[in-house]
C-alpha cells in the first residue's frame, strides 16, 4: 500500500514536474505570447507611426507636387513674361534706334532749315539792299558800285560811289520826251506811253520807273545805232551796250575825219571839174600860194558868193562815203 502510494506519490510528483515543467513552458510560452504582443504592438505602433508618416510623406509628397506645378507654372510664366520683356526690350531698342535716326535727321533738317533760314535772311538783306540801289539808281542819284560782297578783291568799291550824271534826271527826261511826242504827228504808242507819267499824282513806283527807264534806253539805243550806221557805214554794229559806248568814244575823231574826207573829196571834185577847162593848173599851187602881185585885194573870201551855187553842185557829185587819210 505504502508502495503503490509512494507510486502513486512519485507518479504523482512526476505528473506534478511534469505539471511544473508544463507551467513553466506556458509561461514561458506566456512570456513569450506577452513579448511578442508587445512586439505586435510595437510593430503597430511602428505602423501607425510608419503609416503616419507615408501619410504625412504623401501629404508632403502632394504639397511638394503642387508646389512643384505651381513653381513650374511660375517658371513657366516667368519665363514667358522675360520672354515678353526681352521682345518688348528688343521693340523698345528698335524704336529708340529708330526715333534716334529720326532725331538725327530731324537734327539735319533743323541744321538745314536754319541754314537756309540764314540763307534767306542774308538773301532777304541782299535783296532790299538791291532794291534800295535799284531804287537810287531809277532816281538817277549816286549808288554804291560794290555791288559784291565777301571777295576781298572787289573790298576797294566798298566806299565808292557813281559820279552824278546830269543825264540821268529821270523826271526831266519824262517831261522832254512827252512834250516832244505831243509836237510830233503819229506815234500813237509813244504817246501814250509817256501820257501816263505827264502829270502822275503819286510818287512813282519802282516798277514805273525802270519801265520809264527800259523806253529811255530803247529810244537812245536806237537813235545811237543811227549814228553808228551813218558814222560807219561799212563796219559791223556792235554787238554789246558797251561797245556801242566804245564806238561812240571814237564819234568825234570820225566825225573829224568824215569832215576832212568830206571837205576833200568835195575840194578834190572842184579841182577836177577846173581841171577840165584848164589842163595847166596845179591845184597845190591854187590852194597854197598867195594871190598873183598886185592883186592882194582878191582874197578868196570875197569869191565865196560866186562859187557856192557851184560848190553846191559839187556837193551833190560827192558820194561822201570815202574817207581819206
Known amino acids: 500500500m505504502a508502495t503503490a502510494h509512494a507510486t502513486e506519490v512519485a507518479g504523482l510528483k512526476q505528473k506534478l514536474d511534469v505539471a511544473d515543467d508544463d507551467s513553466m513552458l506556458i509561461n514561458r510560452r506566456l512570456d513569450e505570447a506577452q513579448d511578442g504582443a508587445a512586439a505586435v504592438e510595437t510593430l503597430r505602433a511602428e505602423l501607425a507611426r510608419a503609416k503616419e508618416q507615408a501619410r504625412m510623406s504623401n501629404v508632403a509628397a ?27 526690350l528688343k521693340d523698345a531698342a528698335g524704336k ?3 526715333l534716334e535716326e529720326e532725331n538725327k535727321a530731324k537734327v539735319a533738317e533743323l541744321d538745314k532749315a536754319l541754314q537756309e533760314a540764314r540763307e534767306a535772311r542774308s538773301e532777304s538783306r541782299a535783296a532790299r539792299e538791291e532794291i534800295r540801289q535799284v531804287g537810287e539808281i531809277a532816281a538817277g ?37 512827252v512834250q ?12 501814250l506811253f509817256w501820257s501816263q507819267f505827264s502829270m502822275p499824282k503819286r510818287p512813282l513806283l519802282l516798277n514805273e520807273q525802270m519801265a520809264q527807264w527800259a523806253e529811255l534806253h530803247k529810244i537812245s539805243g536806237s537813235a545811237m545805232k ?19 559806248v566804245q564806238r561812240l568814244v571814237d564819234a568825234v ?52 558868193e560866186d562859187v557856192l551855187e557851184g560848190a553846191r553842185l559839187i556837193e551833190g557829185q560827192c558820194s561822201k562815203d570815202m574817207i581819206f587819210e
Not at 512643384?68 to 517658371?75: C, G, N, S, T, V
Not at 553808228?228 to 554787238?239: K, M, Y
Not at 591845184?283 to 592883186?295: C, L, W
Request: charged content about 30%.
Open 226 to 244: 543811227d549814228v553808228v550806221v551813218r558814222l560807219w557805214p561799212t563796219e559791223s554794229i556792235p554787238n554789246s551796250y558797251f561797245g556801242l
Open 180 to 191: 516832244f511826242f505831243q509836237a510830233q504827228e503819229g506815234h500813237a504808242t509813244e504817246k
Open 253 to 304: 575823231p570820225r566825225i573829224d575825219a568824215v569832215k576832212r574826207s568830206t571837205c576833200i573829196e568835195g575840194a578834190r571834185m572842184a579841182f577836177a571839174r577846173v581841171k577840165t577847162y584848164w589842163a595847166k593848173m596845179k591845184a597845190t599851187d591854187i590852194a597854197s600860194r598867195s594871190p598873183p602881185g598886185g592883186k592882194d585885194h582878191h582874197t578868196t573870201e570875197n569869191y565865196f
Open 62 to 88: 502632394k504639397k511638394a507636387a503642387y508646389e512643384l506645378k505651381a513653381e513650374q507654372a511660375a517658371r513657366r510664366q516667368c519665363e514667358e513674361r522675360i520672354s515678353s520683356i526681352e521682345r518688348d
Open 141 to 177: 542819284k549816286p549808288f554804291l558800285l560794290q555791288t559784291k560782297f565777301g571777295d576781298p578783291k572787289y573790298a576797294p568799291l566798298n566806299q565808292m560811289w557813281s559820279s552824278p550824271d546830269a543825264f540821268l534826271d529821270l523826271p526831266k527826261s519824262v517831261s522832254d520826251a
Open 96 to 98: 529708340c534706334q529708330t
